[in-house]
């Protein structure tokens, strides 16, 4: 039965200490080369360990930020949450419940990771969030749900937080492997256990924006960058589909350090700092992340509420009910968004079946650049993959414009302009 394996993980997993042994293995091996490849510099000077237990929150920019936080802070060891997804594939859902890794259902409500976090802090562990809930695609922090602060109000312990600096440039989320750079983690405490309780759940969420989101914080003396400069850019394609020259879709190539418009010539460069310059006469924001904004500005325009449909067939994946099988395909339809919501008709498990997603109940669109992109709701999970996977970008961002265009009562707070919040006129 395809989506058993989502419950079954729920109702048979046991929240572990994490293992001692493997945890100092891997600080002995791994925290090293850290230090080496990415010449990491770790800043503690507000940073002191509170006794007994406590939270920590942190920004999320690559794959290996759980690795990077959660050994800066050894020999106090972490109970991190992480994606219910990553306990689906081998060899993850043996080695994370051995690491105490406590799994969450993405923008769903999820009791049983609240359960699992109050019985870590209750035994006096400690507590490692990522409140973002997905590793951000252009590097600049894209905010949190607002019941994080009712949340931590709740719980009632100290919270401290890591906010990383650099790992984006090395680790960026729209190509494969690692490109040898500068990072840096600065840790602080960022609430007592009176701030908990004094502060209001506003005030507790906005203090989490501006500390991971940098707002507190100085810039740092020298931009974080890569140690070489070949091929800097090429992949990034993958997540930007629009020229801001002649408003092409689909039609960038990318190249060496050289992202170039195959119709209309437009043309940019990258630098080993991420910087993004234009080449003479033609356009081009300065930064990965500017232009990604820039993208969502220029989808707003198309969103109003008597809009057609978009979309396009897709093929769709669920977890599979095989311990360790990971995401199985299951059927195939058509999806289409709206001013409603997503709509999904077509077969799933050998059934026909018509399913909406309300936009209220998707703030957030994660995706896998040209494979999938990704709907939490109603306790499932679904992977979609356009027929046309160079277009999983497009629907992301989309689909987040839409929720921040016509949703009225917003549970996501505003990211670092993240162009969401512009409204269609």
């Avoid at 910087?275 to 904004?293: D, F, K, L, N, Q």
């Avoid at 997603?357 to 679904?382: K, M, S």
Wanted: hydrophobic residues 40%; positive net charge; aromatic residues 12%.
């Amino acid at each position: 039965m395809i989506g058993g394996r989502w419950t079954a993980i729920d109702s048979a997993m046991k929240t572990r200490r994490p293992n001692g042994v493997l945890y100092f293995v891997v600080y002995i091996l791994i925290y090293p080369l850290l230090k080496v490849l990415f010449h990491l510099e770790v800043d503690r000077r507000n940073y002191d360990p509170p006794k007994g237990p406590f939270i920590v929150v942190s920004n999320h920019v690559s794959f290996m930020d759980f690795v990077i936080v959660m050994l800066a802070l050894y020999p106090r060891r972490l109970n991190a949450v992480a994606a219910h997804k990553f306990f689906l594939y081998k060899p993850l859902d043996k080695l994370l419940p051995i690491m105490g890794v406590i799994p969450k259902k993405l923008f769903d409500p999820d009791i049983g990771s609240i359960k699992r976090i109050k019985t870590v802090l209750k035994r006096g562990g400690r507590i490692l969030l990522f409140p973002e809930g997905r590793c951000s695609t252009d590097g600049a922090y894209v905010g949190i749900h607002k019941a994080t602060g009712k949340l931590i109000k709740n719980l009632g312990v100290p919270v401290i937080s890591c906010h990383i600096e650099g790992a984006y440039t090395c680790m960026p989320y729209w190509r494969k492997g690692i490109r040898l750079g500068r990072e840096r983690l600065t840790i602080a405490g960022l609430f007592s256990q009176e701030d908990t309780k004094s502060l209001s759940v506003d005030e507790i969420n906005s203090a989490i924006d501006s500390r991971l989101g940098g707002f507190d914080t100085s810039p740092p003396a020298r931009p974080f960058r890569t140690f070489r400069s070949r091929k800097l850019v090429e992949g990034l394609h993958n997540i930007f589909y629009w020229c801001p020259k002649c408003n092409g879709e689909f039609t960038l190539e990318t190249q060496g350090n050289t992202i170039r418009c195959s119709v209309c010539g437009n043309a940019a460069y990258m630098d080993h700092t991420a910087r993004i310059t234009p080449a003479p006469g033609s356009i081009a924001p300065e930064s990965v992340h500017a232009w990604y904004r820039e993208q969502a500005r220029y989808e707003m325009q198309f969103l109003y509420d008597d809009m057609e449909p978009i979309g396009e067939p897709v093929n769709v994946r669920m977890p599979s009910a095989t311990a360790g099988g990971g995401m199985e395909q299951c059927g195939s339809g058509m999806l289409l968004l709206d001013a409603e919501g997503w709509h999904f008709d077509g077969e799933l498990s050998g059934s026909p079946v018509s399913l909406l997603f309300p936009l209220y109940t998707v703030p957030a669109v994660p995706f896998d650049p040209v494979d999938n992109f990704q709907i939490y709701a109603q306790g499932r999970f679904y992977m979609f993959t356009p027929v046309d996977p160079q277009r999983v970008a497009k629907y992301a961002i989309v689909g987040e414009c839409a929720y921040w265009r016509f949703v009225p009562h917003i549970q996501m707070t505003p990211s670092i302009d993240s162009g969401f919040t512009v409204q269609a006129p």
